[in-house]
T-cell receptor, first 116, second 114 residues
Framework: DTAVSQTPKYLVTQMGNDKSIKCEQN?????MYWYKQDSKKFLKIMFS???????INETVPNRFSPKSPDKAHLNLHINSLELGDSAVYFC???????????????FGPGTRLTVL | DQQVKQNSPSLSVQEGRISILNCDYT??????FLWYKKYPAEGPTFLIS?????DKNEDGRFTVFLNKSAKHLSLHIVPSQPGDSAVYFCAASAGSSNTGKLIFGQGTTLQVKP
């Protein structure tokens, strides 16, 4: 049973297109996240939602819009894709928002986005 | 401004020996630290964590040490096994922010040679 799943795993598209990445968790967690791992391998938080409410919105272009239809799903929609959007995007979830001893975030397998 | 740094991009160790991965941070508000392990084409998986009220946490072959005055933590793997070969990320969280935001280091690639 996959705890945090993402689709698709690979996404190749042209500049200017609009695409979505879907994320689902079956852990019963309240909080979900989107991270971006760029070409330099840095993992950076983009967004987080707690029970469908936006908690974190880092300095991310407006072309990126997260959508949480329910607390088990957090999708990422990207408009007008640019070359610099090429990266691996990871979804994650955690039991609660505030990290305390013993807590962790569970990551999905990642979606490798390539913009041509 | 990289608040969490892993200054060694790679580390090579012989099987059975100790692996020591290091991590430095700059933000004194960080109070919870985690280590993740990542295999190629997979997501990071949680390995071990430590709260700032402790200076050591042990789980089997893995031990994390925290030196708050030096703003430094390290992960010890003893004995190292070939299956430990992966990228290791250090991450930090400031509980006071109440957002669950994790700041990651850039990772250290560990290679354990048979």
């Amino acid at each position: 049973d996959t705890a945090v799943s993402q689709t698709p795993k690979y996404l190749v598209t042209q500049m200017g297109n609009d695409k979505s990445i879907k994320c689902e968790q079956n852990l019963g967690h309240d909080t979900m996240y989107w991270y971006k791992q760029d070409s330099k391998k840095f993992l950076k938080i983009m967004f987080s939602y707690n029970n469908k409410e936006l908690i974190i919105n880092e300095t991310v272009p407006n072309r990126f819009s997260p959508k949480s239809p329910d607390k088990a799903h957090l999708n990422l929609h990207i408009n007008s894709l640019e070359l610099g959007d090429s990266a691996v995007y990871f979804c994650a979830s955690s039991f609660r928002t505030r990290m305390v001893s013993g807590d962790t975030q569970y990551f999905g397998p990642g979606t490798r986005l390539t913009v041509l | 401004d990289q608040q969490v740094k892993q200054n060694s991009p790679s580390l090579s160790v012989q099987e059975g020996r100790i692996s020591i991965l290091n991590c430095d941070y700059t933000n004194s508000m960080f109070d919870y630290f985690l280590w993740y392990k990542k295999y190629p084409a997979e997501g990071p998986t949680f390995l071990i964590s430590i709260s700032s009220i402790k200076d050591k946490n042990e789980d089997g072959r893995f031990t994390v040490f925290l030196n708050k005055s030096a703003k430094h933590l390290s992960l010890h793997i003893v004995p190292s096994q070939p299956g430990d070969s992966a990228v290791y990320f250090c991450a930090a969280s400031a509980g006071s922010s109440n957002t669950g935001k994790l700041i990651f280091g850039q990772g250290t690639t560990l290679q354990v040679k048979p």
